[in-house]
């Protein structure tokens, strides 16, 4: 059996949901139900576990019930890297990769830190595991 490199581990951050969370603040003025969303939200945002390995992705999600979704590196097509002004200001990327996936054709690790220097990491470790299980892309039009 094949050992997995970790390349990568953590959950995204919190600053993805600044919009959501000015917005259930005027709820929380306005009927107190604010503070539930933004409760659920932080709890969402905190238990979506992500970790990245040389030959896959797995990411873990859940409050109440937990699904387990794995992504094989060798299935990437390719990669892009946004940086929104707001998560810029605070050094995060959105990840997404465009994948032959059926369930994720375009898969986006949100709010990530140090998004260049990942998307390199994961990139190369795309390379190495499509030569190592010998795939090739091809695209019909």
């Known amino acids: 059996m094949e ?11 919190q600053w ?3 919009t959501f969370y000015l917005a ?6 306005a009927f107190g139900l604010g503070l539930i969303l933004a409760l659920w939200k932080y709890l969402d945002t905190k238990l979506n576990k992500l970790k990245i390995t040389d030959q896959r992705i797995i990411e873990q999600r859940g409050i109440l019930s937990i699904t ?7 299935r990437v097509k390719d990669i892009k890297l946004e940086q929104p002004l ?14 032959s996936d059926s369930t994720d054709p375009f898969y986006t690790l949100r709010g990530v830190e140090g ?5 390199e ?8 595991r499509r030569d190592h299980k010998g795939v090739k892309e091809l695209d019909f039009y």
């Open 121 to 128: 990491k994961i990139r190369l470790a795309i390379d190495q």
């Open 24 to 29: 259930s603040s005027v709820l929380v003025v």
């Open 86 to 99: 707001l998560l810029r200001i605070f050094g995060l990327s959105n990840i997404v990769l465009i994948t």
């Open 68 to 74: 387990t979704n794995q992504l094989e590196l060798y």
């Open 115 to 119: 998004g260049a220097d990942l998307t």
């Open 3 to 13: 050992t997995e490199n970790k390349i990568w581990e953590g959950t995204p951050s």
């Open 16 to 18: 993805i949901n600044f």
